[in-house]
């Protein structure tokens, strides 16, 4: 195997790693809070501190991977998040296990950005659907199979081995990174704008924690939208600011790019209806079906191998349809799909919902794909950076705005019914909400040429 085709799977193994991480030890918290002599509602400070460190230090991921050469932020990235979980799993307190979780998105926020600047500049464009591909599959694998992986440890380990299990995979990481990433060093980079990374990490960071906080008991109802109307005014501050700069931190001048608008834009909206499915549907099969976190759990990993399923014949479809074809009928028929899940009761057959999830995960994981190919099909090498950071922060946020909006419509539901308990009918009213939002996104879309993207899927206009 060539190392153009192993650096997608370099990068999709250290992705992996950081997209199940999270969804693993949501499963862990009541023993975790046990061990460490605190409430799971308190505990849940340390997935608050991740995404905060997330939001904080991904805009400054590209002028990193520029100023010290991608290869060797990456191989960093990788190691402070191994180092991370190992503090993690020897944490005594609930302030050790706050510090080890930012130290882990200190990593993690170089991590996943700076792999994908790997990969665009390694990869040639017209190999570009395939490698992406690759990096799809961990993020909609990783939350899927984390819950029944982190319940299986949990019970029958101990909750310190699920951020131990990170180790191999990093030590792993690390090496193939060494042995097949080019160097990849660039010069004469212009100094860190300080101004705009402070704003962006406000603003990011300030509507991260208020969007997460939704429907988790976590503060006082007033505090998440604060939160979040105080991080979109230093979004706007940004914005503002990146108006006037030189070399602005997050470089909106990409906006002018059609395919990457559409691209992050579009994309954005379609995350928010899928950043939803991993917060709704546990909760569907555990309060509704009664069944277990870890029987949930495998369940959902239907979705999974439908992702698996997509890696082999993404360069085809796309190739076949083109980008504007495949991401308005794709995108419909994901949407749909979604919306399908609003007529599960709690008596339908397990095989419908296993034909329902296999379907939904393979429509998902082809969108993104070709969202993602789409996005990055007319930036040129010296964009890759900054164009990674932008797409990056804009995912990040989306999919937090997802789960947000799931939260909001079950608790908007049980509001209106005036019930003290969430029922069947309150999960079909978020998920034909989420999906609706996603739909927005093919407008987006519709407004792209037949040829847009053409030097990546190789259809011509």
Request: proline fraction near 5%.
């Amino acid at each position: 195997m060539t190392p153009s085709r192993l650096i997608p799977l370099t990068v999709a193994a250290a992705l992996f790693m950081e997209n199940m991480d999270s969804s693993v030890i949501a499963t862990a918290l009541p023993s975790m809070a046990r061990s460490l002599g605190t409430d799971p509602v308190s505990l849940k400070l340390a997935f608050t501190t991740y995404l905060l460190s997330l939001a904080v230090f991904i805009p400054a991921s590209g002028w990193c991977a520029d100023r010290f050469g991608a290869r060797s932020v990456f191989r960093w990235a990788i190691f402070v998040f191994t180092l991370g979980s190992i503090a993690c799993g020897l944490s005594q307190s609930l302030d050790q296990l706050v510090a080890a979780r930012a130290l882990q998105g200190l990593g993690g926020a170089m991590m996943v950005p700076v792999g994908r600047i790997v990969l665009l500049r390694a990869v040639p464009k017209g190999e570009l659907v395939d490698a992406l591909a690759w990096l799809t599959i961990p993020a909609l694998v990783g939350p899927l199979i984390g819950p029944p992986v982190g319940g299986f440890v949990t019970t029958y380990f101990d909750w310190r081995y699920v951020f131990w299990m990170n180790v191999p995979f990093g030590i792993l990481a690390i090496v193939l990174a060494t042995l097949l990433m080019p160097k990849g060093e660039e010069h004469d980079v212009p100094p860190l704008d300080w101004r705009g990374f402070i704003l962006s990490g406000l603003g990011l960071s300030l509507a991260v924690a208020g969007s997460t906080s939704f429907g988790r008991d976590i503060m006082p109802w007033q505090g998440p939208p604060l939160l979040i109307a105080a991080g979109f005014l230093f979004l706007g501050l940004y914005v503002i600011h990146a108006r006037r700069a030189a070399n602005p931190i997050l470089d909106l001048s990409l906006f002018n790019i059609h395919t990457f608008r559409a691209g992050l834009l579009g994309g954005s909206l379609y995350r928010i209806g899928v950043g939803a499915i991993p917060f709704l549907t546990p909760l569907l099969f555990q309060l509704s079906y009664g069944l277990t976190a870890f029987q949930s759990g495998l369940l959902s990993c239907a979705a999974a191998l439908g992702a698996l399923a997509m890696k082999f014949t993404a360069a085809r479809i796309i190739r076949r349809f083109g980008f504007r074809n495949l991401l308005i009928v794709n995108g419909l028929l994901s949407c749909l799909t979604m919306a399908v899940y609003a007529l599960l009761w709690p008596g339908t057959p397990y095989f419908l919902i296993v034909c329902v999830l296999l379907a939904g995960g393979f429509l998902r994981s082809l969108q993104f794909t070709g969202v993602n190919a789409m996005a990055y099909s007319d930036i040129d090498t010296a964009g890759m950076s900054r164009a990674a950071s932008l797409y990056t922060v804009a995912q990040h946020l989306s999919l937090s705005i997802g789960v947000m909006a799931a939260a909001s419509a079950l608790d908007g539901s049980l509001a209106w019914r005036g019930g003290d308990a969430l029922a069947f009918g309150d999960f079909a009213v978020a998920f034909l909400i989420v999906s609706a939002v996603a739909a927005l996104s093919l407008f987006q879309f519709a407004g792209l040429g037949s040829g847009a993207g053409a030097s990546v899927s190789g259809r011509g206009s």
